[in-house]
């Protein structure tokens, strides 16, 4: 490739998403309260379809 690019700076953060939010944003802290929970159900829902699984292959 011939030439620079300057966008691309900008495409990558090392800050977690948490650091990039405000900690006083509105929204932030139930959003991920509901997220959490969500996640948690989700995580229960895929452990008993790995345990199904384990036991029809093996």
Do not use: Y
Not at 4 to 23: I, R, T, Y
Request: glycine content about 8%; aromatic content about 4%.
């Amino acid at each position: 490739m011939s030439g620079s690019n300057s966008h691309q700076e900008g495409l990558f953060s090392c800050l977690s998403p948490e650091a990039q939010v405000l900690k006083r944003h509105p929204a932030a802290r139930p959003d991920r309260a509901m997220v959490d929970q969500a996640l948690t159900a989700l995580m229960g829902a895929a452990t008993g379809l790995i345990k199904v699984w384990h036991r029809l292959v093996g």
